[in-house]
């Protein structure tokens, strides 16, 4: 199994930036889909982005040109800088692996305890 533990979440003002990490151990890293999460109070998780070991990427418009996700195959790790950050993303920030080709709530989907981010207005 993986084990995901994250860093980096803290207290900003708006438009200030976070550089979250993810380090990740178990079993072969490249063949995880590593991606960022975040769940506000009252509100369902939701992606912020994930990164494929080839490089496939995928950002949600709220994000885009604000946040870039970056993994590092040689050393287990995911990171997500987030730039310009508004308050309406304050929220509890995942880290997410899933094998390729599991579906997510399988055995081969793993989470981390997550870091808060709060950005204050």
């Known amino acids: 199994q993986v084990q995901l533990v994250e860093s980096g979440g803290g207290l900003v003002h708006t438009g200030g930036s976070l550089r979250l990490s993810c380090a990740a151990s178990?079993?072969?890293?490249?063949?995880?889909?590593m991606g960022w999460y975040r769940q506000a109070p009252g509100k369902q998780r939701e992606l912020v982005a994930t990164?494929?070991?080839?490089?496939?990427?995928k950002i949600p418009d709220s994000v885009k040109g604000r946040f870039t996700i970056s993994r590092d195959n040689a050393h287990n790790t995911v990171s997500l800088q987030m730039n310009t950050l508004k308050p309406e993303e304050t929220a509890v920030y995942f880290c997410?692996?899933?094998?390729?080709?599991?579906?997510?709530?399988?055995?081969?989907?793993?989470w981390g305890q997550g870091t808060q981010v709060t950005v204050s207005s």
């Open positions: 178990g079993p072969v890293f490249r063949f995880y889909i």
């Open positions: 997410n692996a899933r094998l390729l080709g599991s579906p997510s709530g399988s055995l081969d989907d793993y």
């Open positions: 990164l494929e070991s080839g490089g496939d990427i």
